[in-house]
T-cell receptor
Framework: RKEVEQDPGPFNVPEGATVAFNCTYS??????FFWYRQDCRKEPKLLMSVYSSGNEDGRFTAQLNRASQYISLLIRDSKLSDSATYLC???????????FGTGTRLQVFP | NAGVTQTPKFQVLKTGQSMTLQCAQDMNHNSMYWYRQDPGMGLRLIYY???????DKGEVPNGYNVSRLNKREFSLRLESAAPSQTSVYFC??????????????FGAGSRLTVL
């Protein structure tokens, strides 16, 4: 089993739609969780950290489910500019390294 | 404030040639990293440096060497390039948040092709 797994997509959604991605992780001791965004041929950039209580940043909501070992990202009112690959990132508690998922590609169309 | 700067942006090598990827950060971060990104594989850690003067292997260190020249600079060297090292390379540096989490800032990437 991969340490961090994501559905690669692509998710093709119209503008204004709500879309959700899940990411599962294997190390139950992991403490830090993030969503990074990567545009085509660009570097990854931090979108948001994921806190135990869940957190929201504008149209983006991130949640953590420790019991089932997954994190989620919800995007409301999708914009064309949201088209990108979303990377799930989890710390490896044993080695203090960050493990990246392979990413979920989102394409928002007019 | 440039963040993380890496050079070159593009490079084509022949098998067996050597080259060094340069990385510098101006954010006074202690930790620096080199990742490679391949289709369907995600980002994989090659080497990292927790502080000036220390380096450690990551997930895929074979065929690479690194030097943490000072706090700002962390270089990645390919001594004898192989086609399997064709990839996009990202340098990153990190700061520890108050929550204890490491947040990475990446350079723009270096696209390397080995023929």
């Amino acid at each position: 089993r991969k340490e961090v797994e994501q559905d690669p997509g692509p998710f093709n959604v119209p503008e204004g739609a709500t879309v959700a991605f899940n990411c599962t992780y294997s190390n139950s001791a992991s403490q830090s969780f993030f969503w990074y965004r990567q545009d085509c041929r660009k570097e990854p950039k931090l979108l948001m950290s994921v806190y135990s209580s869940g957190n929201e940043d504008g149209r983006f909501t991130a949640q953590l489910n420790r019991a089932s070992q997954y994190i989620s990202l919800l995007i409301r009112d999708s914009k064309l500019s949201d088209s990108a690959t979303y990377l799930c990132v989890v710390d490896n508690y044993n080695t203090d390294k960050l493990i990246f998922g392979t990413g979920t590609r989102l394409q928002v169309f007019p | 404030n440039a963040g993380v700067t890496q050079t070159p942006k593009f490079q084509v090598l022949k098998t067996g040639q050597s080259m060094t990827l340069q990385c510098a950060q101006d954010m006074n971060h202690n930790s620096m990293y080199w990742y490679r990104q391949d289709p369907g594989m995600g980002l994989r850690l090659i080497y990292y440096s927790a502080s000036e003067g220390t380096t450690d292997k990551g997930e895929v260190p074979n065929g690479y060497n690194v030097s943490r020249l000072n706090k700002r600079e962390f270089s990645l060297r390919l001594e004898s390039a192989a086609p399997s090292q064709t990839s996009v390379y990202f340098c990153a540096s990190s700061v520890l948040q108050s929550s204890g989490a490491n947040v990475l800032t990446f350079g723009a990437g270096s696209r390397l092709t080995v023929l």
